[in-house]
């Protein structure tokens, strides 16, 4: 009953922006926590940014400085705002969103379909 839907995914060349999106639909009675992950060819998936329920943010370091995480609560939807990419960004980018369902005590953590990302030299 819940789904999350990336978007904003592509091609861009070293220096270049990108804003990544990932909506959250379904019975949803809550959000806590959202965050956003990647994971490289023959690397292991590594945390990007999150943000908590009452906005505090944290980033991985190799993004501190160029990455911004938001979220617009009213649409269930996170984003990942991406400046001055580099071509060690290029990975695919997974979004986490820690949700407690309509009828559903506990929180559980769902993942996004995983949008890649290509950041061109």
């Known amino acids: 009953q819940v789904q999350l839907v990336e978007s904003g995914g592509g091609l861009v060349q070293a220096g270049g922006s990108l804003r990544l999106s990932c909506a959250a639909s379904g019975s949803i009675f809550s959000i806590n926590a959202m965050g956003w992950y990647r994971q490289a060819p023959g690397k292991t998936r590594e945390l990007v940014a999150v943000i908590t329920g009452g906005g505090s943010t944290d980033y991985g370091d190799s993004v501190k400085g160029r990455f911004i995480i938001s979220r617009d609560n009213a649409k269930n939807t996170v984003y990942l705002q991406m400046n001055s990419l580099k071509f060690e960004d290029t990975a695919v980018y997974y979004c986490?969103?820690?949700?407690?369902?309509?009828?559903?005590?506990?929180?559980?953590?769902?993942w996004g379909q995983g949008t890649q990302v290509t950041v061109s030299s």
């Open positions: 986490n969103v820690e949700i407690v369902r309509l009828g559903i005590l506990r929180a559980i953590d769902y």
